[in-house]
Every structure is written in structure tokens, then in C-alpha cells.
């Protein structure tokens, strides 16, 4: 069965320094990787997925299948940041949509 | 984007009663939608698929008798949570995906918070 594990309960950065988040997964076939975001009062939206390679309010994240991993980077926070996220995997294709989260990470970004 | 939207977003129930929950896709067609259940604190976890025509897909653990979804029409999936008791109050959320299409994603609703009291 799939897993997906984010260490991190809580992260506290201040603003302007790089934040990572890390998430890895387990499972045996092909995954799909994706970072969702919960802002404050607010629903679940896909912030990026990895068969993209974009870019999304300046986070990265890059699929790392040695290392079983798909950490989410950005070089420099915002306050505006702070957030709840979660890593989750698909297992695609007729199971696309259907996803396993991470516990999930509490993102602060202090001024 | 795409909008899907749960209702109620709350509700409050007598022991041993039943609650119905409502997801709809507002201006695409969902072919399948998706039920988490949160706790408190902790991840989502997926608790079925559903299909529309067809009856849904439960996740191992999850009682078929006790939460019964129907999706009867390509906007509209609801879970019923039958005789409800205290432990099943939780965060309940779903997500619908548009079928095939260049970017497929999936849509969460905004969750409907169940109290059994």
C-alpha cells in the first residue's frame, strides 16, 4: 500500500529565508506527486504537481525517485505563505484523483 | 477554476440519527468524486469513490452500511452517515475530478464539519 510522510508538523521560518518542506512517499509503481495548500478558513487547492515542472507562487518541488521524495522548496518566504500543506500521491491513471495525503505541515512565516 | 461545493458546511445531529451531505460539481460534470474524512489534527483519509451510475468503491475499514454515498447524476454525489453516534463526528470532504482532460485535477469542496451529540 501507498504511504506518504511529511516529518514536519510545524515549520517556522522568517520572512526572506528559504523554506523546504519535505515529503516522501512509498510505493511500488509509478506515482503522481502533488503539493496541496489549505490557506486559513479556507479549501484544499492543488498547488503544484510534479509531471508539471512549474513553478507555482514561487515554489518548487522536484520528484526524487531514489530518494523516494518530492520535498517543496522555495528560496524565499512570505508572510502571505503561511498555510497548512500537504504532500499527497496518486496512483494515476483510472485511479487518478484518488489520493493519499501526508499528515500535513503547519507553514508559519513570521515578518 | 472549478468550483465544487459541499452543503451543509455544518451540522449538528442527535445520536442515532441519520445526515446527509451534499457535493456538487457547479459547472463541470463529474464522472467520480471522492470522500476524506479528517479528524481532529490528522491527515485526510480517503474513505470511498464515487461513481456516478454505479455503486461506490469503499476504502478498506470503511463501513458500506453505515456511510452510504449515491451519485446519481454527473453533479451530484452525497454521503449519508445512517444512525450516527459521537465517534463519527469529523470533518467530512470531498473532491471531484473533470473526466479526461489535459489538465485533470482535482477539486476539493469546503468540508462539512459533522457534530453527533
Known amino acids: 500500500a501507498q504511504r506518504v510522510t511529511q516529518p514536519e508538523k510545524l515549520l517556522s521560518v522568517f520572512k526572506g529565508a528559504p523554506v523546504e518542506l519535505k515529503c516522501n512517499y512509498s510505493?511500488?509503481?509509478?506515482?503522481?506527486l502533488f503539493w496541496y495548500v489549505q490557506y486559513s478558513r479556507q479549501r484544499l487547492q492543488l498547488l503544484l504537481r510534479?509531471?508539471s515542472r512549474e513553478s507555482i507562487k514561487g515554489f518548487t518541488a522536484d520528484l526524487n525517485k531514489g530518494e523516494t521524495s518530492f520535498h517543496l522548496k522555495k528560496p524565499f518566504a512570505q508572510e502571505e505563505d503561511s498555510a497548512m500543506y500537504y504532500c499527497a500521491l496518486s496512483e494515476g491513471g483510472t485511479s487518478y484523483g484518488k489520493l493519499t495525503f501526508g499528515q500535513g505541515t503547519i507553514l508559519t512565516v513570521h515578518p | 477554476g472549478a468550483v465544487v461545493s459541499q452543503h451543509p458546511s455544518w451540522v449538528i445531529c442527535k445520536s442515532g440519527t441519520s445526515v446527509k451531505i451534499e457535493c456538487r460539481s457547479l459547472?463541470?460534470?463529474?464522472?467520480?468524486m471522492f470522500w476524506y474524512r479528517q479528524f481532529p489534527k490528522q491527515s485526510l483519509m480517503l474513505m470511498a469513490t464515487s461513481n456516478e451510475g454505479s455503486k461506490a468503491t469503499y476504502e478498506q475499514g470503511v463501513e458500506k452500511d453505515k456511510f452510504l454515498i449515491n451519485h446519481a447524476s454527473l453533479t451530484l454525489s452525497t454521503l449519508t452517515v445512517t444512525s450516527a453516534h459521537p465517534e463519527d463526528s469529523s470533518f467530512y470532504i470531498c473532491?471531484?475530478?473533470?473526466?479526461?482532460?489535459?489538465?485533470?485535477?482535482?477539486?476539493f469542496g469546503q468540508g462539512t464539519r459533522l457534530t453527533v451529540v
Open positions: 459547472d463541470f460534470q463529474a464522472t467520480t
Open positions: 473532491s471531484a475530478i473533470r473526466p479526461i482532460a489535459a489538465n485533470t485535477e482535482a477539486f
Open positions: 510534479h509531471i
Open positions: 510505493y511500488s509503481g509509478s506515482p503522481e
